[in-house]
Structure formats: C-alpha cells, structure tokens
C-alpha cells in the first residue's frame, strides 16, 4: 500500500488556530490566511473510516483548484495558489454555517427520504411519481448546517436558515444564486465530458463585507456524477446508474451492516477495497477533468508538505 496523510500536526509561520475536519485540516495564519491540507481520509454517514485512501488528497485539491479557477467569473473565490499537491492556500473568510445542497436528480440521501415516504426535505417540496434518479424539474436547494465538530450536518429549510439568523435573508438570497448559477457552469462542463451533474455542496464565507466560495468545488466528496451515455436507458430499464461518486463507499458500507447509526461498528476494510476507492477517484478526476493523473511522490508526505507551505508561506 501506498503511504497516506491520515493526520496532520503542522506548526506553520504565523499560525494562530487549527480546525480538523472530518478530511481537511484547516490552518488559520494571522486571521488573514488558510492553510488548507487535503487529508487521504475518507468519511461516510458522518464518520471517518479507519484507513487513509491513497492519492484521494491530492485528487481533491487538484480537482477544487481546477474548478475553482473556471468559476471565479461567477463568484470570488477564497483560493491563491496550491503550493503542494495536497494543499491550497487562500484568503481567510468567516464561513457560513450552512451547506449549499444543490440536486439536479433524485438520488442519494433525498432518495432515501423520498423512498422512506418523505415529500418534503428542507422544506422544498419534491413531485408524487418520481424513482431514483430521476431528474427533477428544476435542481433543488435543501441547506445542511454545518456543524462547528466536523460531523452531523442537518436538514434546515431556507425559512429556518433566515428565521434563526444563521445567514441574513440578503446574503441567502445571493448565496442561493451563486449555488445555480455555479451548478449550471458545473452541469456545463460535465456535458462536455460526457457526465451528468446530479447534485453536489457548496461553502461560502465572507471576508471584507464580500462573500467568497470557499473549500472545495465538484470533487468526488462533494458531488455525484452520472455517466450520461445510457442514462435514460438504465432508467426505463429499473437499473442502477452507473455513477462517479463516493456513494459506492456508503452502499459498501450499507451491505456490510453500516449506515453510521448507533450500535453499529465501522467494518474491517480490507486493502483490496481501499485500492478499489483510489482507483475510482482516479477516474473521477480523469473522467470530469480529462486530463492523465500524475501521481506525486509520497515516499516523504507529511515533510513534503511541511516544507512546501513552510517555503510558501515565507
């Protein structure tokens, strides 16, 4: 097995605080900066498996930096350079405590709420007659917040969102057209790859009164894709889609007796399956990308980085 960054313990120039998240570890510089270190963990129903994935950092941060720079004529961005294959450097923003859920399709956690009887998620109400996958008439927003301990985002309707003064109704408001219009621009570009766009998250902070894009951007931990040659047959047949996602992680997870409820224990993860996770997120990156994955050296990793960002950052 390759090696992999399943942790991080950096004391950086000028750094003032540490966020770890469920995969990113989060590095504030003077308020002004984030040090931003894509891990090789992996997470599912809200809890981080026991074993790094190789290469899934760096195939993170080069698929966000990638999209990152082909939206910032939409919305100003957080990012300024990525000075380590597993690292992005930007601008430090107060987040928004809330995720921007947008779905294109009926697949995932709202299928399992359409499938369990469920019309209504995030207060949008969902049509009568749908199957999974299906594509909704109009993509849907339903907001997550986001959790300040990195795990157990919620369901939350725009309605509560404004009425708990999570976000202001004006910053919502712009929040919600930056998520379609920057939905659009993804669903665009995975046209042209030949995928489909089913539904993905996005982070906003605000720094100086602007509001930024912030974290990452149609990567396989925050979105799914659909291959979409012969979608619309699989769907008329009942079959499933073949899809480019983490979602196969959670159904492997489901079939092996965990879906992150209580009682339940992670299962053994044999390195096999831990192969298998790499290479699909290859051929995400690959595939939405279409460019050949490069891997870095990772004989040396958590120096690698050390100096890297060390070097940057003076």
């Known amino acids: 097995m390759e090696s992999t960054l399943t942790a991080t313990d950096y004391n950086f120039p000028g750094q003032t605080a540490i966020y770890k998240g469920k995969v990113r570890d989060v590095y504030n510089i003077n308020n002004e900066k984030i040090v931003l270190i894509a891990s090789d963990r992996i997470s599912a129903f809200d809890a981080v498996l026991p074993k790094g994935i190789p290469f899934k950092g760096q195939i993170l941060t080069a698929i966000a930096a990638k999209f990152l720079n082909e939206t910032k004529d939409i919305v100003p961005n957080w990012l300024e350079a990525t000075p380590d294959p597993n690292v992005a450097v930007g601008k430090f923003c107060k987040p928004f405590m809330v995720e921007m859920v947008i779905r ?128 619309q047959e699989r769907q008329d047949k009942d079959e499933q889609q073949k899809q480019l996602s983490k979602e196969f992680v959670r159904e492997w997870l489901i079939e092996n007796g965990f879906q992150g409820l209580e009682g339940q224990t992670i299962p053994h993860i044999p390195d096999s399956f831990v192969n298998t996770v790499t290479e699909r997120y290859t051929e995400l990156y690959e595939k939405i990308t279409g460019e050949t994955f490069v891997k870095a050296d990772n004989s040396d990793l958590v120096n690698r980085i050390k100096k890297n960002v060390t070097e940057y950052l003076s």
């Open 104 to 231: 294109g399709y009926l697949a995932g956690h709202a299928w399992r709420e359409y499938k369990a009887g469920k019309r209504i998620i995030c207060g949008v109400a969902m049509p009568d007659g749908m199957k999974q996958n299906d594509k909704f008439p109009e993509p849907i927003i339903t907001p997550a917040t986001k959790a300040e301990d990195g795990d157990h985002d919620e369901d939350i309707s725009r309605e509560n969102i404004i009425a708990q003064g999570i976000v202001s109704k004006e910053d919502y408001e712009k929040l919600e057209s930056y998520t379609r219009a920057l939905f659009q621009r993804g669903t665009e570009i995975a046209a042209k790859q030949d995928l489909i766009l089913v539904d993905t998250k996005y982070e906003f902070g605000k720094a100086d009164g602007t509001i930024y894009l912030i974290d990452e951007i149609h990567t396989p931990d925050s979105s799914r894709f659909f291959y979409a040659e012969g979608y």
